[in-house]
RNA sequence: GGCCCCGUGGUCAAGCGGUUAAGACAUCGCCCUUUCACGGCGGAGACAUGGGUUCGAUUCCCGUCGGGGUCACCA
């Protein structure tokens, strides 16, 4: 009895490795071309590291004119969720992220190197132990988890290193034919690496992001298939990988201590190990300590957060960019048009070090890619957003020449409008455009400088009798405002006020505040004319005569 | 606790032996503007700490402190 007797005996219709390696021949691609994929576990909603994983993920391979592929890890079915695979599929396809190969539904995939997900992989997994069994570098393992569980006390009692390593691994030593034995008894068992590591030996790794590291060797016996017939993460990660042709793995900065394993797994099998992209992941303050963006505790933690609170995935997408490399800003703002494709990720250029969230500084960037946005997709986004989280916002925007007219207010220009940071504010921003809205809000007139009512009504009065013109373009229609602060007593000039301020008890400006609160009832809005303009005389009169009664 | 990684303003960060230690967000002031939002200018604000090495350390080495990760038949 040797190791292929052995091998048989645990495996004995399982197609040999070289099945698949005809099956899945190594990527033809040009030099330089880099393969990556997102390989998550449908275990719940899709949280923002993921995203940010899959955005890094999906450039480099982009840049290269490589591939990427979504994979789905679902090895461990008692953590899995009802519609996780969708949940994910969807959610990169809302930040416009789509995977060159993999799954594209909870059942279906695309691409010549699947299945894609795990569980279906369960044959190709076990091939691949065979074969490392028949090598004589796994074995069966017969210790139950209970007594797996007594050796880890044992240790902690005697203050050793834990795990199933050297004199320690029970099930290592038994002869072949005690195993075959066993097996045949019926005993349970599961497989496990036989590592050849050596705690006191040291290797050296470089890591794309995290730099040159240094580790001891593994020398865990880890188990390669569970009970339930299905690989860990590890050996699951090492055949995938290797028959996907992943050239970069790019992978929360967590897997970090795992690399000695991973590498002596590419070793002992014989396939080449790919280059390692840890990535540090985003934090978050918590009373002064760092911690990782929680799916239980940090609402912001989950991708659908923004679009619930109507933040673009663009606008997050830019921002994520930005904890990446963080010369994108430098680069965006000599490309304020361009597309975000076009930028150049560098990996070697990723912090080392987790960055803290900051809300404030997304919905900075937020606001400089909206102001960026035509007055049209303003429009279809803030629509589509509405209709799902405020009906009442939906209902507004139906006249949709309307809106657009008002979504076209300094837009456009060189120096586009930056008030609207996510389609949440947007209501605030134009409730007063609408008149049912505004004659329905009990409005609160607070005038500032002049706030005498007979000069209030006055103003309005002879502005609207006797300077008001639809017909008068912006200079003209400034000019006038300037003419009737003049009639009234007022500084026509500001430059003039201010250098007689004895003389005028206020100036155009304060004027033509008067005229924007009896109109809008706020004291700040966009630029006057244009609203002004987007109203029409008719109703202007009517703003004016509603001020007029609750003076 | 063992092992590994990290430590530049409030936050994100350039810098990698000699710099007045960039820039962005936030903050404050001024300017522009009929208001606001922009935009422009300026201010305040940082190399965790103690030892080395060096003519010279934010940059290199060691210790301390602080933060994070990891030690599953989970990924």
Redesign the pocket.
């Known amino acids: 009895m040797d190791y292929k007797d052995l091998a048989n005996l645990i495996f004995p219709d399982v197609k040999p490795i070289e099945y698949y390696e005809e099956k899945y021949p190594r990527r033809n691609l040009k030099e330089g071309a880099i393969v990556t994929r997102f ?3 449908p ?1 719940g909603f899709m949280h923002i590291g993921g995203l940010y994983q899959a955005l890094v993920a999906r450039k480099v391979a982009s840049q290269t004119d490589g591939v990427f592929f979504l994979r789905i ?1 679902d ?2 079915q008692k ?1 899995e969720i009802e519609n996780g695979i969708t949940d994910i599929v969807n959610s990169l396809k809302d930040f416009g992220i789509e995977p060159d190969e993999g799954m594209v539904s909870e059942t279906d995939e695309k691409g010549n190197y699947g299945p894609y997900k795990q569980s279906l992989r369960g044959d190709i997994y076990r091939s691949y132990a065979k074969y490392m069994i028949e090598m004589g570098k796994a074995y069966p ?1 017969f ?3 209970e007594e ?1 569980e007594e050796i ?1 006390k044992k240790q902690e009692a005697a ?1 050793v ?4 390593y050297g004199v320690w691994a029970k099930c290592r030593n038994l002869t072949v034919e005690e195993m075959a034995e066993k097996i045949k008894a019926g005993e ?1 068992y ?1 497989i496990r690496f036989k590592s050849p590591g050596r705690e006191d030996r ?1 290797i050296k790794h470089h890591d794309v992001v ?7 060797e593994n020398d865990q016996d ?2 390669i298939i ?3 017939g ?5 050996f ?1 990660h090492v055949v995938d990988d290797h028959l996907m042709g992943t050239t970069h793995v790019i992978r929360s ?6 690399v000695p394993l991973h590498l002596q797994l590419f070793h002992e099998i014989g396939f080449k190990a790919p280059k390692y992209v840890h990535i ?2 985003i ?1 978050k ?1 918590d009373n002064g ?4 963006l929680s799916k239980r505790k940090d609402p912001e933690a989950a991708v659908s957060y923004y679009a619930e609170q109507g933040i673009p995935g663009e606008a997050v997408k830019e921002y994520l960019l ?2 990446a490399n ?1 010369n994108f ?2 680069w965006r703002r000599q490309n304020p048009t361009e597309d975000i494709d076009k930028f150049e990720l560098q990996l070697n ?1 990723m ?6 969230f ?1 809300m ?2 997304l919905l ?1 960037v937020s ?2 890619v909206i ?1 960026r946005f035509t007055a049209e997709k303003v429009y279809n986004e803030t629509l589509k957003w509405a209709e799902k989280y405020d009906k009442e916002l939906a209902d507004m925007l139906t006249d949709k020449e309307y809106a657009l007219k008002i979504f076209g207010i ?1 837009r456009g220009n060189k ?5 609207i940071a996510k389609w949440s504010d947007v209501k605030n921003e134009i409730s007063y455009m609408y008149d049912d809205k505004f004659y329905n809000q009990n409005v609160k007139y607070e005038y500032q400088k002049i706030s005498n009512s007979d000069k209030i009504k006055t103003i309005l009065e002879e502005y609207i009798n006797n300077y008001f013109d639809e017909n008068d373009d ?1 200079q003209t229609w ?1 000019n006038k ?1 300037k003419e009737l602060a003049g009639k009234l007593g007022y500084a026509s000039e ?1 430059k003039e006020f201010k250098a007689n301020p004895d003389k005028y008890e206020a100036h ?3 004027v ?2 008067v ?2 609160i009896a109109l809008t009832g706020r ?7 244009e609203i002004m303009e987007i109203m029409g005389k008719d109703r202007i009169k009517e703003r004016f005569e509603n001020a007029k009664k609750v003076l």
């Open positions: 390989a998550p576990s275990t890890e090895t461990d953590r393992c210790c139950t988890p797996v880890r203050k290193r834990p795990g199933y349970k599961i040291k995290k730099g040159n590291v240094t580790f001891p880890i188990v569970k009970a339930d299905l690989p860990t993460y590890h699951a900065d967590e897997w970090l201590s795992s540090s992941p934090m303050n300590n760092k911690r990782k930005n904890i963080s800003e430098n250029k912090s080392v070090s987790g960055a803290l900051d404030v500084k900075d606001k400089s102001s300094e120096k586009p409008r930056k008030d912006k400034f405002i500001v155009v400006g304060d033509s505040t005229l924007r004291a700040n809005t966009p630029d006057m004319y």
